[in-house]
């Protein structure tokens, strides 16, 4: 049986795009009954983001699909005063509220923490936004790219050619969403609270947060951090090999790991080049060694290679576009991908990724495909205590 740690957690989910609607995702597949509050008309902008014309245009685009299954979506209008009543209510309900305006915002609405507070006094809100709820930065709009360039990421991303370059998907999003749900968790955990807890996520620092390698680099041995490209800054031979066929990644982080590289290219005596004889030399020395090592890879193929150093006790593995690492047993027997059924809105089968762990060997999962924008809005209002005559008033007067 699965196991739902947030069962019985009822989350307001007021995010758009990325960070938040990722934050929540997670919650979803903990359990938790996530509410999506979307604007009447449009709803979540990634509702018209992705690859899918098709979908863009129905408001179901992909970018929403992969964030929002296992939620369910109300529409208000959180600038009519009767759409702030209904979610006051709603607010009163729910244990956590996430929201990812630029600060101040919520509180121009009237349903800032220091009014929801009143009304739930056990709430946990979480608001993220770029750069924090203070500083000098807090007003400025920010979007991943922006994070990226600003937290040193693009500066060591790339070679020394063509950085500063950015990470190939939304990683400060991503990190702001991931570090929203973590500090979420742990407030909704502390059996010690009696009170509400407002949670500042800075996508900025969480972002730097999980550079702690290069950053201390500089703040401790003060050694700025540099672009690599495929190169790992601790060890050599440890990045990306050209084969006879395919790349190939090759992590001999250790001494013992690097004579076994030695021994499988056929060349036990670069174990004792005076270039190569330790660590320090290996770096000052990596240019030198992948060249030699790319001249006898040519004879194999990444593939051939990849089991060969395995064997040998050597880390390596090959590498992958993403439709490869999708069709990869390693991901497909555990679980990774959900597939919604005929997905409303969509009109087709739906494949998702779900989380990356597991909860006693079972892999967290939602039952509910992406909403439709508003699909529950009526179910929602009615379990808050509004009856039929209600709900016909507040939509004619555009509150939902």
Not at 25 to 30: D, F, G, K, R, S
Request: hydrophobic share 40%; proline share 6%.
């Amino acid at each position: 049986m699965a196991i739902k740690p947030l069962h019985g957690i009822r989350v307001l989910d007021l995010t758009n795009v990325l960070a938040g609607p990722f934050a929540c995702h997670q919650l979803a597949h903990m359990g938790a009954d996530v509410i999506k509050v979307e604007a009447r008309g449009t709803g979540d902008l990634a509702r018209q983001l992705g690859a899918d014309h098709e979908l863009n245009k129905a408001n179901m685009g992909v970018s929403f699909l992969a964030q929002n299954p296992g939620k369910r979506s109300i529409t208000l209008n959180l600038k009519h005063p009767k759409g702030k009543e209904v979610f006051r209510r709603l607010v009163r309900t729910a244990d956590v509220v996430m929201e990812n305006f630029r600060p101040g915002v919520m509180d121009r609405l009237g349903v800032g923490h220091a009014e929801l507070k009143k009304e739930n006094p056990r709430l946990v809100y979480c608001a993220i936004s770029g750069f924090g709820q203070d500083g000098p930065l807090r007003d400025l709009p920010a979007y991943d790219q922006i994070i990226q360039g600003m937290s040193g990421i693009m500066s060591i991303t790339g070679t020394p050619e063509n950085a500063p370059y950015r990470v190939g998907y939304p990683v400060a999003d991503t990190i702001g969403g991931i570090t929203a749900a973590f500090a979420v968790a742990a407030a909704l955990a502390d059996r010690q609270r009696t009170d509400a807890v407002f949670i500042d996520v800075s996508m900025l620092e969480a972002t730097m947060a999980t550079m702690g390698w290069a950053v201390s680099n500089y703040l401790v041995a003060d050694r700025e951090p540099k672009p690599l490209g495929n190169d790992n800054v601790t060890a050599s031979p440890s990045g990306t090999f050209r084969t006879g066929d395919g790349l190939l990644n090759i992590a001999a982080n250790k001494q013992e790991q690097f004579e076994a590289v030695c021994q499988v290219l056929g060349h036990p005596e670069w174990a004792h080049d005076p270039r190569f004889i330790d660590r320090h030399a290996r770096l000052q020395h990596r240019e030198v060694l992948k060249v030699l090592m790319e001249e006898t890879m040519a004879a194999m193929s990444a593939d051939e290679w990849w089991k060969r150093l395995i064997e040998a006790g050597v880390p390596a593995g090959p590498v992958y576009s993403v439709p490869q690492a999708l069709a990869h047993p390693q991901i497909s027997e555990r679980e990774m991908i959900a597939t919604f059924k005929n997905a409303p809105g969509v009109g087709r089968d739906i494949r998702l990724v779900r989380t990356g762990f597991k909860l006693n060997g079972a892999a967290p999962s939602v039952e509910t495909p992406p909403p439709l924008l508003g699909e529950h809005t009526a179910a929602i209002l009615a379990e808050l205590g509004y009856a039929g005559e209600d709900l016909e008033a507040l939509a004619q007067e555009k509150a939902i």
